[in-house]
C-alpha cells in the first residue's frame, strides 16, 4: 500500500492489491475499498462526547460501489487514551519511514530548504532535515500487513448513518456515511506524532525538466492546524443511529450555526482543503479528503459488514448529535 500526506494522511493500496470490500444497510451491492486517510480535527460533531463534541482527529475508510454510482465511508473518531494503539502505531512506522525519506532526500538534493507555504501557528516544525523522524531500517509490520478494520477499540459499535455528499467540488451527493459511535483510542504520544506527520508535512519543489530545485513545509491545514470541513447543516435529511441490539433511532435535526462551525475550524473557509471525499449538509456533520502524500507498505483489508445485528425499526428520539460532510 501506498500513503500520502498533505492536508491529511491518505493510504492507497498498489497497483495489483485489494483492500476487501463492505456491506451496508438498505443496499445489496457490494462497496470497494479504495483508500483511507485521517483528518486533523473531527468532521464530525457528536454532542455529550469528546471536546464539545468534537474529537482531535478522525479517520475514513473510503469504498465506491461496485456499481460504479456511489461511495461509502466507514468512520470513526479518534480520541486519546492511556495506551499505545498497535495496529495504529504500524501505520504510524510507515508514514513516518516516509517523511524521513522525503526529509533526507530534501537535504541531499538542494539546499533551498525552506520555501515553505505552510501558515500553521498551532505547532513549531522543526527545520527541515534537523531532526529523526524514523531511525529503523524498515517499518516493522505483522505478517500479512496491518487491517485498518482492526482499528476500532470497541467491536460492539454502533453506527450513525447518512445520505451525504463530497466536501470537495462538486460536492456531489453520492456518499453513504457510515460513522462509528464509539472511537478509537490512541495514545497522547500517537497523536502528537500523527499531527506532526500532517502540519510538518514537506513538500519537495522540482522544475520543468523534473529536477529538485527547493523543500519547504506545504501543509494546507489552517493557522489552528485543522484539515477539517466545518460542519454542515442536514437539510432535511436523515440520520439514523444503528446499534448491534437495535432498535434504530432517527437522530434529530438539532441544526448548526454557522458561529460553531468557524469556532470549530478556526476560520477555515470552504474550498480551501482538498479531500478525496467531499461532504453534505447535516446538523451531524462529515469530511473525508483526498490530498497527502506516499507512506506505508501493506496489503489488504478484510471485508466489513455494517448490516449485522441491525434492526429496521426506526424510532423518534432526542439526541444531541451533529453530523456533516464527506
Known amino acids: 500500500m501506498r500513503g500520502e500526506y498533505i492536508i491529511g494522511l491518505l493510504v492507497k493500496p498498489k497497483t ?91 537535504v541531499a538534493g538542494t539546499t533551498v530548504l525552506d520555501d515553505s507555504i505552510s501558515v500553521v501557528q498551532s505547532i513549531q516544525c522543526p527545520a527541515i532535515g534537523s531532526r529523526t523522524i524514523f531511525n529503523g531500517t524498515s517499518p516493522t509490520f505483522p505478517e ?39 472511537p478509537m483510542e490512541i495514545s497522547e504520544s500517537q497523536l502528537q506524532r500523527l499531527q506532526s506527520l500532517v502540519l510538518c508535512y514537506v513538500s519537495k519543489n522540482t522544475n520543468d525538466a523534473g529536477s529538485l530545485e527547493s523543500c519547504g513545509f506545504g501543509t494546507v491545514a489552517s ?12 437539510l432535511g435529511r436523515e440520520v439514523i443511529h444503528r446499534c448491534p441490539g437495535g432498535p434504530d433511532v432517527t437522530v434529530e435535526d438539532i441544526g448548526v450555526t454557522e458561529e460553531a462551525a468557524l469556532a470549530f475550524s478556526g476560520g477555515l473557509v470552504e474550498g480551501t482543503q482538498s479531500d478525496a471525499e467531499s461532504g453534505s449538509t447535516e446538523p451531524a456533520s462529515t469530511t473525508p479528503d483526498n490530498n497527502e502524500q506516499d507512506t506505508t507498505e501493506s496489503s489488504g483489508i478484510s471485508n466489513l459488514n455494517l448490516m449485522s445485528g441491525l434492526t429496521t425499526i426506526i424510532v423518534t428520539a432526542t439526541l444531541g448529535m451533529i453530523l456533516g460532510t464527506f
Open 16 to 106: 495489483g492489491c485489494s483492500f476487501g470490500s463492505m456491506n451496508i444497510p438498505h443496499s445489496p451491492n457490494k462497496f470497494n475499498a479504495l483508500q483511507f486517510h485521517i483528518h486533523t480535527y473531527s468532521e464530525h460533531q457528536i454532542l455529550g462526547q469528546g471536546d464539545g463534541g468534537y474529537f482531535p482527529a478522525e479517520l475514513h475508510v473510503v469504498h465506491q460501489e461496485e456499481t460504479l454510482d456511489s461511495f461509502a465511508v466507514f468512520g470513526t473518531m479518534i480520541s486519546t487514551g492511556d495506551s499505545d494503539h498497535p495496529v495504529f502505531e504500524w501505520f504510524l512506522q510507515g508514514w513516518e519511514a516516509v517523511a524521513q525519506q522525503v526529509e533526507n532526500e530534501c
Open 144 to 182: 500479512g500487513a496491518p487491517n485498518v478494520y482492526d482499528l476500532p477499540t470497541n467491536p460492539d459499535f454502533g453506527i450513525f448513518t447518512y445520505k451525504g455528499g463530497l466536501t470537495t467540488p462538486p460536492c456531489t451527493e453520492i456518499v453513504n456515511w457510515n460513522l462509528l459511535d464509539t
Open 223 to 234: 493557522s489552528t492546524g485543522s484539515t477539517s470541513r466545518p460542519p454542515q447543516p442536514l
